[in-house]
């Protein structure tokens, strides 16, 4: 899924990064541990996992998006809460003119329609029967489809060819978890990268090692 989210490499969201201050707090504001509390109590109530909260900041619009860490956060939660029929749409907008004093009618609880989908246990590490397709030195290509779903394979790598460094254990498809529509484990490959072939012969000379699903994945020709 492309989106805002998908920065790495794009010119107008690409340049230098200001130095970490390492004394610098978790929240800057009040406001900003409580955003954080709600986006977790909202996964909660939502019946939400990783994956579909990971989907809800991906649909955050984009001025949102870059307001700020915690804006997101806050503007997720109440995709969340929409998904599952907790809130309404335009309550939050409804209440908010309320508080600041207008009188606006706000819209009736809707009728919860929480996900439901099997797990197959804690966390996110599962056990697959099949034997890993790709093994440590094999050189593979990314699947250059653009799914308009949640995936975990970022723009800058579709189509392009690395080698396998490593044999990951298997884990929940994100794919398909972030829409409740099963785990479908697959097993995990650490793929390396130059960095010449993800964003050109002009790229400052470094790899890079990204883990990907078997799904993402087929042998170089």
Known sequence: MDGVHDMGGRAEHFGPLPTIDPDEPAFHAEWEGKAFALALLANRVSGANLHAFRHAIERVPEPEYLSGYYERWLASAEILLLDSGILAPGAVAARAENLRGGRVEEPAVPEPNKPTMPSGGGGNLRTVEDSPAFAVGDTVTTRTSVPSTHDRLPSYARGRTGTVTAVQPAQVLPDTAAHFVGEN?????????????????????????????????EKAR
């Open 185 to 217: 484990p697959q097993h995990v490959y650490a793929v390396e990268f130059a960095a010449h072939e993800l964003w050109g012969e002009d790229a400052e000379p470094f790899t890079l090692t990204l883990d990907l699903y078997e799904s993402y994945l």
